[in-house]
């Protein structure tokens, strides 16, 4: 059976078959931390990675020195969750779950689900763990499902950024997720700077069991408010879920534009993006929620000069179809293609060669 390093390498190679340079880990537990450090000293590594350590640590306030270039990997933030999800009832909706089959298959008892409930701290917990992170600098993400969870987060990130004299800074502390989140949440999560990083996943996997089966029409078929987050003006960017679901930004770019279930089905088509939103949601506003925007994100000259080669324009094809008629080719990191064989195979004699990584460097 493969170690953690060999199956970690697998994941990557994934992620940079579907066309990612860069991502995050927003669960890291630091005894990872000689494993992440493998992967980056390995030939041809596909991803630049940034950290989150969890808050149920006991070292989420401290700094990490990483046997790797800062740029490749590095410590950027404390990750906890304020609810759970909605698909096992654990999502904190002011709004009822349904008694349906589905939600029933789901092991969800309307009568205890959702609410309060399915917070999992207590204001005065979530200000102690915001007071601890904030005060050592650093940027924080809230997993945030259901409105009352989202709700939540904003009361919490408020009274913190005054507390800590970060009101009007750029502090680009997060959301995650915001399935449930209302037009007025997001928009005073622009107010505050919230930056907020949506899920297409969820509408894509779930959107035919959300409208109507696990909520009501009214609040499951605009779940994951796309357009709403756009029109706020907050800094809007997209994810996958890497547990929970497989990386493509493809799928997620054409689901946002699209309202495209798996399916091929459309629930609140109002809440769609143009095109060109998207494709920012992932690329450069993805980058600036990590803080690599000057590094990553677009290709400017003295950026490191990571980039995916696609078959075809994808402005040039039917967006709704985007994941079925455009594929990837390749992903450069650092100006060199990554050669996926190599760093798999070096995966799994367990060699690592820095010499042979790309440079890292200013880049045209």
């Known amino acids: 059976m493969p170690g953690p390093v060999q199956s970690a390498a697998q994941f990557c190679a994934a992620m940079s078959r579907?066309?990612?340079?860069?991502?995050?880990?927003?669960?890291?537990?630091?005894?990872?931390?000689?494993?992440?450090e493998a992967l980056a000293a390995t030939v041809s590594c596909p991803l630049r990675v940034s950290l989150w350590e969890m808050s149920t640590t006991d070292t989420y306030t401290e700094a990490t020195v990483f046997a790797a270039a800062d740029d490749m990997l590095r410590k950027a933030g404390v990750k906890l969750w304020i609810d759970g999800a909605v698909w096992v009832g654990s999502g904190a909706t002011s709004y009822p779950y349904l008694d349906t089959a589905a939600t029933r298959r789901a092991g969800i008892d309307p009568a205890t689900a959702g609410g309060t409930g399915s917070l999992n701290y207590s204001r005065p917990e979530l200000d102690a763990i915001l007071d601890n992170a904030a005060a050592a600098g650093w940027q924080i993400a809230f997993h945030s499902n259901g409105d009352l969870a989202v709700e939540m987060g904003l009361d919490a990130y408020e009274a913190?950024?005054?507390?800590?004299?970060?009101?009007?800074?750029?502090?680009?502390?997060?959301?995650?997720?915001?399935?449930?989140?209302?037009?007025?949440?997001?928009?005073?999560?622009?107010?505050?700077g919230v930056h907020v990083s949506m899920s297409p996943f969820q509408y894509y996997f779930w959107g035919d069991l959300l409208d109507g089966q696990i909520f009501d029409h009214a609040h499951g078929s605009r779940f994951a408010p796309f357009n709403d987050a756009l029109a706020s003006g907050a800094c809007l960017s997209l994810h996958n879920d890497g547990p929970v679901s497989p990386p493509s930004p493809l799928i997620n770019i054409q689901t946002v534009v699209s309202r495209r279930t798996r399916a091929g089905n459309v629930h609140g088509a109002d809440q769609?993006?143009?095109l060109e939103s998207a494709i920012r949601a992932h690329t450069i506003n993805a980058a600036r929620t990590l803080r690599r925007d000057h590094l990553v994100g677009s290709i400017r000259t003295g950026k490191l000069a990571d980039f995916v080669e696609l078959s075809a324009d994808p402005y040039d094809v039917d967006p709704a179809r985007l994941a079925e008629t455009v594929s990837v080719l390749g992903t450069w990191v650092g100006g060199r293609r990554i050669d996926l064989p190599a760093f798999l195979e070096a995966v799994r004699g367990g060699v690592s060669d820095p010499s042979s990584r790309p440079r890292i460097g200013g880049c045209c």
């Open 272 to 274: 769609a993006i143009p």
């Open 18 to 36: 579907a066309g990612y340079t860069s991502t995050s880990d927003m669960a890291y537990d630091p005894q990872r931390k000689t494993d992440y």
């Open 160 to 192: 913190a950024l005054q507390r800590h004299g970060l009101t009007g800074t750029d502090h680009r502390w997060r959301l995650e997720h915001l399935g449930g989140a209302t037009r007025a949440q997001l928009d005073r999560a622009a107010r505050l």
